[in-house]
């Protein structure tokens, strides 16, 4: 028996397919693959940068769908069900979204896969596969390591993805993951991570938790047992590990340089309006505290933030960038809020009407990446839009990398951190300008 795993793309730039040069490994195949018995044969193909070879004999395709892929993974498994090739949908979308993915494959599996792959594999050689598999959330592989042999000459980043714990205990209500989730928390053990990173060969780490931190005190223990591999590592993490200062002082012994964390918002009433109960406690000042005990202890922050909230204008997001510049982040991502499906946010838009694209932006032959898919409160969407391409663009111009660069205290810590912050922003600007206004799919 064959199974062939696919990445897809999210889409095209209108005559031209996209090739994500800021691609990492695709941890969930690697993890599929480790959960696949020996005797069956395992090839994987990245849409993002290779062509899917169709007629190339297979028993199975499995494909990993998130929202923003689901129109390009819905065209790939048309085409092997047109070659009678069985094929199954996994991943976040459609465990959101259920009754749509199951239209356009053999089976779709909502939810993890570790406790029913087995079963999918030993269907899928009956040529017998259920139309819907449902896995349940627990501890991430256990026992199971990554098989990375399949990202071999696939020219990915050299930073290698490894999951210590999957879901968040917050409840954001514009956030996919805690509706994926429902709001758990889970974890490896300890002893099993640390193994499979002496075991593989880059020493550049990212988890690829959702919140590393979620459960600060598992995580105390974690960063204790990374001390003694002296790798350096990046990972997400809440705004509110900043409240415990022995958490951040074991976070950079351990070797972490940054993390991605969701700032989300500088307006408390935003803040509140989402529910990011883990950026309002105690007395809210606008993050002045949290970024200074940030650059305190190194950290080179991934500032993500969320625009369009029901306070958000023009001038908001002006501010906004004003505040990312002023705080030195090494990276920020400016990103227009979407509407995920079945999420609080979604909901909540609906019962008001205000999605645009008939709600489902994502197969919208119209609807463009980086656009926004929903009507303001105070502002229309085009504004939104623009203030958005503005936002990234200036946090991404030449002259604002370099303002930014020269922090002793965070960039210039180091050599490494150094030469980092120069490597990877040329790159994330040149993504601002190629993926901005991207079709979806690729028919």
Known sequence: MKITLIKPNIGRMMDMSYIDEARMEPLQLGILAALTPSDIEVVMYDDRMEKIPYDEPTDLVAITA???????????????????????????????????????????????????????????????????????????HPGIFTRRDIFKGKGYLPVSLIQFSRGCKNHCTFCASSVYF???????????????????????????????????????????????????????????????????????????????????????????????????????????????????????????FTLGHQYDTPETIKRLLDFAIKSKFAFAAFNILMPYPNTPFYKKLEREKRLLYSGKWWLDPNYLFNHAAFKPGLMSADQLTEAAFDARKNFNSPLCIIRRAFDPKTHMRSLFRFIGYFKYNPLFRKEVYKKHGMLFGNE
């Open 66 to 140: 998130e929202t923003y892929t689901a129109k390009r993974t819905y065209e790939i498994t048309k085409e092997f069900k047109r070659r009678a090739v069985q094929t199954i949908i996994g991943g976040m979308h459609p465990t959101l979204i259920p009754e749509e993915a199951s239209l356009h494959a053999d089976a779709i599996l909502e939810g993890d896969a570790e406790n029913t792959w087995g079963e999918i594999l030993s269907d899928a050689k009956k040529r017998k596969l259920k139309k819907r598999y449902h896995g349940q959330p627990g501890e991430p």
């Open 182 to 304: 429902k709001r758990q928390h889970y974890c490896r053990k300890i002893s099993e991570v640390i193994k499979e990173i002496e075991e593989q060969k880059l020493k550049f780490v990212f988890f690829v938790d959702d919140n590393i931190v979620s459960e600060k005190e598992i995580a105390k223990k974690l960063f204790k047992a990374l001390i003694p591999l002296k790798i350096k590592w990046i990972s997400q993490a809440s705004i509110d590990m900043t409240d415990d200062l022995k958490l951040m002082s074991l976070m950079e012994k351990s070797g972490c340089i940054g993390n991605v964390i969701g700032f989300e918002s500088i307006d408390l009433n935003n803040l509140n309006s989402m529910e990011k109960i883990s950026n309002t406690g105690g007395t809210f000042d606008g993050y002045k505290t949290q970024v200074k005990i940030l650059r305190d202890f190194g950290q080179q922050s991934w500032a993500a």
